[in-house]
């Protein structure tokens, strides 16, 4: 993955004076996405609109009400739905996990052979899924499979990022986003992670 991280931060540079300044500035790209493809999803439904410690400790009490035996999908669908409720996830996101592991236990989602699939065949599977949205989506797509040419149109922080970098009045729309980041193809997750480390850390990196 580090020579491709190479030949991104090389090609980020060549057409652009902005990441060459960028990369110069943090250094080389440490994007470390997490092959363990359900519990990823778990930790997307999860932590949706919570800071990152309460999530953790959501989490936490999840694997404590399987007993050790293990964030799967048949082990979560064991729970009682107030076993899941107690743990502090509402009933949405108890509905949305439930869809999630029904989904994975009889084989709508491929969950096992997502990498195989293009990022859009992803994409129309994970969106199936009850409470995941198209910058879930993303995310897995990034933190997860590794996939290099992700635009994340509704990311705050890859939005603020464009704004401050390209001097923009206000955050970008989709479109000019897209418009913006035509040049970073076929790199634009390795240009939407220096936009996000220029503000702050980035997690898995």
Do not use: F, N, Q, R
């Given at each position: 993955m580090s020579s491709q991280f190479k030949k991104a931060e090389q090609h980020l540079s060549r057409n652009s004076p902005i990441f060459r300044k960028i990369i110069r500035q943090i250094g080389p790209c440490t994007l470390k996405p997490n092959p363990d493809y359900f519990q990823v999803l778990v930790h997307t439904i999860v932590a949706q609109q919570l800071s990152t410690r309460a999530?953790?400790?959501i989490e936490t009490r999840l694997h404590d009400?399987?007993?050790g035996k293990g964030l799967t999908p048949k082990n979560i669908q064991r729970l009682a739905d107030e076993e899941i409720r107690v743990c502090g996830l509402s009933g949405g996101k108890t509905k949305s996990l439930r869809d999630l592991c029904r989904r994975c236990l009889d084989g709508s989602?491929?969950?096992h052979r997502l990498r195989e699939l293009s990022d859009e065949e992803v994409r129309e599977h994970l969106l199936e899924v009850h409470?995941?949205?198209?910058?879930s989506v993303d995310m897995y797509l990034i933190f997860c499979l590794g996939r290099e040419d992700v635009l994340p149109v509704g990311d705050f922080g890859l939005k603020a990022a464009v704004r401050d970098h390209y001097d923009l009045k206000e955050l970008p729309s989709a479109p000019q986003l897209l418009e913006i980041a035509e040049p970073w193809r076929p790199f634009r997750t390795i240009a939407t992670w220096y936009c996000w480390r220029s503000r702050g850390p980035v997690p898995q990196s």
């Open positions: 999530a953790k400790t009400a399987l007993d989602l491929p969950i409470g995941i949205g198209p910058w």
